[in-house]
């Protein structure tokens, strides 16, 4: 499986842009799939993830209220959808598939994807 992560860019504070992971060699239609980011000097972090059927979603604190996970089952495709960026929201993003149908956390992460670059002007 190969997954990429596509959609960085730069935007203004306040600005919004969407990511999308895509796969190859597989489709991951009942799997979990999360989003992490990384920015230099700092671990890695939990953004968001979203269930099998789309019927659980999850995120992390500094996000919430703010970024939207979704999936397209027919592209293949998870998306995360983030609004009201903030500069501390720079970093690479990365998606990641996991073997479970629910997620639990970045352990249970069986696939990762090149990341995005994000990077937010104040």
């Known amino acids: 499986v190969q997954l990429q992560a596509s959609g960085g860019g730069l935007v203004q504070a306040g600005g919004s842009l969407r990511l999308s992971c895509s796969a190859s060699g597989r489709t991951f239609s009942n799997n979990a799939v999360g989003w992490f980011r990384q920015a230099p000097g700092k671990e890695r972090e939990f953004v968001a993830a979203?269930?099998?059927?789309?019927?659980?979603?999850s995120y992390g604190d500094s996000v919430k209220g703010r970024f939207t996970v979704s999936r397209d089952h027919a592209k293949n495709t998870v998306y995360l959808q983030m609004n009201s960026l903030k500069p501390e929201d720079t970093a690479v993003y990365l998606c990641?598939?996991?073997?479970?149908?629910?997620?639990?956390?970045?352990?249970?992460?069986?696939?990762w994807g090149k990341g995005t670059q994000v990077t937010v002007s104040s």
């Open positions: 990641a598939v996991s073997l479970k149908p629910y997620y639990s956390d970045a352990r249970g992460m069986r696939y």
């Open positions: 979203i269930s099998w059927r789309s019927d659980s979603t």
